[in-house]
């Protein structure tokens, strides 16, 4: 079963207001990822960060691994309209076995 | 289109029969992994294959799944007997991996499981 706890379950935002999830762990993790899922596709990598307490941007998303190795969070600023799906995290402590979230569903009102 | 790809991207079964999902990953990654993904979950891991050998299976890989990589390109999934549980997304993944350190696995569109 899952192994990371990820917060919210879902999220109904308005267009232009920024959003922020998060995941934790009981166990550590070497590499956190934050992964983007659209309806009948597969996820796609939006974020990895590799170093205990190590800040990464990616135009309008922010991610930090945290200093325990056990949880993560991933900001998204000024929302839009595509930003709508759901977005998972994952860890990963070797390097194959990975372990995702259940997933928050982001809803994004024009 | 030089990603992943899965066939079929649906698949409807009646229960007991034998199912096998294919995937076809990223010219030249020499890893290739099979998830499991049921509703309001995220991807499980099941097993994957380092070029053709299979070098890991998770316990939810029941005996009645096997997965092959024949020649370390395409890989196959087949569900024996399948039963009404069976019903997920099947997602493959695929990376290079070069070193110990993290490759990004790139995911295929998945192949939807349905057992009536």
């Known amino acids: 079963g899952q192994q990371l706890n990820q917060s919210p379950q879902s999220m109904f935002i308005q267009e232009g207001e920024d959003v922020s999830m998060n995941c934790t762990s009981s166990?550590?993790?070497?590499?956190w990822l934050w992964y983007k899922q659209d309806p009948g596709e597969g996820p796609v990598l939006l974020i990895a960060?590799?170093?205990?307490?190590e800040l990464t941007s990616n135009g309008r998303l922010t991610a930090q691994f945290g200093i325990t190795r056990k949880d993560s969070f991933l900001n998204i600023s000024a929302s839009i309209p595509s930003d709508v799906g759901i977005y998972f995290c994952?860890?990963?402590?070797?390097?194959?076995?990975?372990?995702f979230g259940a997933g928050t569903r982001l809803t994004v009102k024009p | 289109d030089t990603g992943v790809s899965q066939d079929p991207r649906h698949k409807i079964t009646k229960r007991g029969q034998n199912v096998t999902f294919r995937c076809d990953p990223i010219?030249?990654?020499?890893?290739l992994y099979w998830y499991r993904q049921t509703l309001g979950q995220g991807p499980e891991f099941l097993t994957y294959?380092?070029?053709?050998?299979?070098?890991?299976k998770s316990r939810l890989l029941s005996d009645r799944f096997s997965a092959e990589r024949p020649k370390g390109s395409f890989s196959t999934l087949e569900i024996q007997r399948t039963e009404q549980g069976d019903s997920a997304m099947y997602l493959c993944?695929?990376?290079?991996?070069?070193?110990?350190?993290?490759?990004?696995?790139?995911f295929g569109p998945g192949t939807r499981l349905t057992v009536l």
């Open positions: 010219s030249e990654h020499n890893r």
């Open positions: 294959f380092q070029n053709e050998a299979q070098l890991e």
């Open positions: 960060l590799y170093k205990a307490g």
């Open positions: 994952a860890g990963q402590l070797g390097d194959n076995d990975m372990r």
């Open positions: 166990s550590i993790f070497n590499t």
């Open positions: 993944a695929s990376s290079l991996v070069t070193s110990g350190e993290y490759s990004e696995q790139f």
